[in-house]
C-alpha cells in the first residue's frame, strides 16, 4: 500500500485546482525513434484533458521527472496483447513538444502492488477510446 500512496501524491503534485484525479496506472512509457527508443516505468494518471505522467525508478524506489500532456491526440491506436492483460497505445499529439509528440504506452491489467490497477486501466480505455 505504500507503493499505492507514493504513487497518488506523485501524481496529485501535479494537479490544477479544481482538477481530480481519474484512472491512476502503472506502465510504461516508450519514446524515441527506433535507433534511439527510450524507456521509463512511470506512474500514468488522468484529469479528462491532460495525461499526467511521473516515472518511477523500482531499482531505487523513487519518483523521477513528472510530465503534464495535453491530450490533443491526432492519432490513437490500441492494441491488445495475444495472451490479454496488456495494451500497448500509440500516440501522436498535435501540440506536444518533443519527446512526447509521439509516444507508447504499455500498461498491464494486473500489478502486484496496485490493487486497482484492473479498473483503472479499464477505465482509462474506455475514456480514450473516445478521441479516436
Known sequence: ME???????????????????????????RTGSLPRPKEYYCLFGFTGEDLLIVSYSPLFKKMGFSVR??????????????????????????????PFEKFKIVAKKEHSKLESQKENVDMFLSVIEEYK
Open 3 to 29: 507503493f499505492e500512496k507514493q504513487m497518488m501524491d506523485a501524481l496529485s503534485a501535479l494537479l490544477n485546482r479544481k482538477e481530480q484525479l481519474q484512472a491512476t496506472f502503472y506502465g510504461i512509457l
Open 69 to 98: 500532456a495535453p491530450l490533443h491526440i491526432r492519432q490513437l491506436k490500441i492494441q491488445e496483447s495475444l495472451t490479454g492483460g496488456k495494451y500497448t497505445l500509440k500516440f501522436r499529439l498535435n501540440d506536444a513538444c518533443r
